[in-house]
């Protein structure tokens, strides 16, 4: 049974960071292409970032370029997202997701983790 479970999320201040986890089960990670997304209430779910299978190739959308930095690490079947200099903007549900194309479209994945949330608050 193929699964993603998030993890990391918590309260930070702005200006802070925080380290998000995506564990993967019943597949290895490097044989499919990563997202991550978030959702904030009322708002429509946004691409973040993308990691390719080989790792080589990432992608990130412009609200969180040069801020966030995603990494894989494959002994541990475990995605990472690292968010710095955060914002209250970034409040959201932040989702990793499974599929085979690097892009910042939700239709582009399959298997989608359960969702960890983020609160970026003085």
């Known amino acids: 049974q193929l699964q993603l479970v998030d993890s990391g999320g918590g309260l930070v201040q702005p200006g802070g960071s925080l380290r998000l986890s995506c564990a993967a089960s019943g597949f290895t990670l490097n044989s499919y292409v990563i997202g991550w997304f978030r959702q904030a209430p009322g708002k429509e779910r946004e691409g973040v970032s993308c990691i390719s299978d080989s790792g080589r190739t990432t992608l990130y959308s412009d609200s969180v370029k040069g801020r966030f930095t995603v990494s894989s690490d494959n002994a541990k079947n475990t995605v990472y997202l690292q968010m710095n200099s955060l914002k209250p903007e970034d409040t959201a549900v932040y989702f990793c997701?499974?599929?085979?194309?690097?892009?910042?479209?939700?239709?582009?994945?399959?298997?989608w983790g359960q969702g960890t949330s983020v609160t970026v608050s003085s």
């Open positions: 997701a499974a599929g085979f194309s690097c892009s910042m479209w939700f239709q582009d994945y399959h298997y």
